[in-house]
Every structure is written in C-alpha cells, then in structure tokens.
C-alpha cells in the first residue's frame, strides 16, 4: 500500500504516527528525497524481509524526488509492504499529474480548521471564539501542541467545565516564537509597558538574557531576509529559501518586514550585538543591560 500525505508538519506526523499503530509493525525505515535518490528507496521496499515483519518505509520532500518516472513504475508493480510519501504543503502539480491514476490514497492536511477542532475538543466545556484564537495564538497554530493542551484545560477546568483567559494565560505557555514576535513589534511600536510586560513573561519562563538577545537578532535578521526575498519570489519560494519556514511564522515575519525599514532592522541587530559583547566581557549585568536597551525606545 502507498501513501501520500502532505500539509502541516505536525499533522502529517500525526497521520505517520497513526498509520505506524494501525500496521503494527517494528520494520520502520524513514528517507529524506532530499538527500536520497528514488531508486534506492524503491530498491529497499522490493527487497524481502524474511525474518520481520512488514516494512513501512517512510519517505519525506516528495517535491524533491529525482525521478518520478521510478516511483510511477512501482506504483504500477507494489509489494506488501508500505510507502509513506510526504510533503510539507503542497504537491508539486507536475508529479501528482503522474500519480494521478495510480492506486495511492491521498491524505491531504494542509487545511484543517483548528477552530472547529478546538470547538469540537471543548463541545462539553464553556469556551468563547476569543479564548479559542487565544489558544490558537499561544501555540502557534501547533496541532499537537494544541492537543496537548486542551489536555491539560480540561482536566483543569474539570468541575467548572468553563475555560477563560486566565485559564490559558495560567497553564499554556507562550510559544518563544510568538514572546519573541511580540516583542520585536512592541519594540517598533514603542510600547514600553508591553516591552516590559512581554519580557518579565520571559525571564519569568526561565529564559535568559543572552538567549533573548540571540533570538532578538535572529528574528530582525529574518525579517531583513524576508523584506529582501518578497521583492523577488512568492510566499512559497521565499519559505523554501528560508529552510521551508513554518506558514505561520513566515506570515508573522512577513507583516513586519512590510512596515520595518532596512536602517531601522540594520540599526537593532547591531546594538543587540554589541550589548551582547558587553554582557559576556563583563561590563553590564544582563538584565540591567536588557532594561537599558528597552528603555532607549
């Protein structure tokens, strides 16, 4: 049997993770197309296993295959043991126009509605749209990690049975992504109250300020990136070039690379770095340092 999922990463983990339960079997092999070619895939699920059980062969970056040709052949000829192809959102057209009559079930999870799912989760609980884009936004639209944390609410709220704001503010953690989003758009905004707000939340999460720094940068530096790929590409050539960035982020990042000027991102990073110097040499204590820095907004 033959596989193709694609969509959201932790959903096709999701579905991987449940097609491994249903055939029970300890013969799990797990490919890249990326850095592996088709033919050795294909040579691997048509050598016989003797003494195991089926394999259940894993094969991930299906836009990057390096000869469909190949696949399409066993597709034609399949064994018993299982193919899993993946790919993070879409399928290139040209390679599903090729598989489109073959015998492979498709299992599409690119546009699942969260907010019917976490509608669904709570259907015996009390729960408003705005704590439900609440949580959405806490955990980065992460279908496990909602799950996760739906858990952890209903078991919470079990004699209430009403989930509110501080409910979620108390048990769910802020996605660091997210903390740091906030931040970076706080600090544009010049809203120290939020500035401070956003980065007490963070030391008290146990991060610190050499940390908070470091992703400060890497997110100005991102969104420098991406102020300069959206001159040239689409969204979705810009997230392949930046490591196939997760959707979400990508249009986090993008909002700010839109209304941030270069001088301004170029500006950050270079105080960020040298304030980073100076907490490492010694010179300023780290959260004085950090104050300081909001505190010029």
Do not use: W
């Not at 079997?25 to 033919?39: A, E, P, Q, V």
């Not at 546009?111 to 704590?131: G, H, R, V």
Request: aromatic fraction near 10%; proline fraction near 1%.
């Amino acid at each position: 049997m033959v596989y193709l999922i694609n969509g959201e990463k932790s959903l096709i983990d999701k579905e991987v993770n449940d097609l491994i339960k249903k055939y029970n079997t300890t013969s799990i092999i797990k490919y890249d197309l990326i850095d592996t070619k088709i033919s050795d895939v294909i040579n691997d699920i048509d050598t016989v296993n003797l003494f195991l059980d089926k394999k259940l062969i894993i094969c991930s970056s299906l836009n990057n295959i390096d000869n469909i040709d190949i696949l399409v052949k066993y597709l034609d000829n399949q064994n018993d043991n299982i193919l899993i192809l993946t790919n993070e959102d879409k399928v290139d057209l040209k390679i599903l126009n090729k598989i489109k009559n073959k015998k492979i079930e498709k299992i599409d999870v690119s546009n699942i509605d969260l907010t019917s799912f976490i509608k669904e989760e709570f259907k015996d609980y009390k729960i408003s749209f705005k704590e439900i884009n609440m949580l959405k936004d806490y955990t980065s639209n992460d279908y496990n990690r909602i799950k996760e944390e739906i858990i952890k609410l209903k078991m919470y709220k079990l004699d209430t049975k009403e989930i509110n704001e501080d409910d979620i503010k108390k048990l769910v953690t802020k996605n660091l992504d997210k903390n740091i989003f906030d931040l970076v758009n706080y600090i544009y905004k010049k809203n120290k109250d939020k500035v401070f707000e956003v980065y007490y939340e963070l030391v008290e999460n146990n991060e610190d300020e050499l940390k908070i720094i470091g992703f400060l940068s890497n997110n100005y530096t991102l969104i420098y990136k991406i102020k300069e790929l959206i001159k040239e590409y689409n969204d979705e050539e810009c997230m392949l070039k930046l490591n196939k960035m997760h959707p979400y982020r990508f249009k986090l990042l993008k909002e700010q690379a839109l209304s941030l000027d270069k001088k301004y991102l170029l500006n950050k990073i270079k105080e960020l770095g040298e304030l980073d110097i100076k907490i490492k040499s010694g010179v300023i204590n780290p959260k004085l340092g950090m104050e300081l820095f909001f505190c010029k907004l």
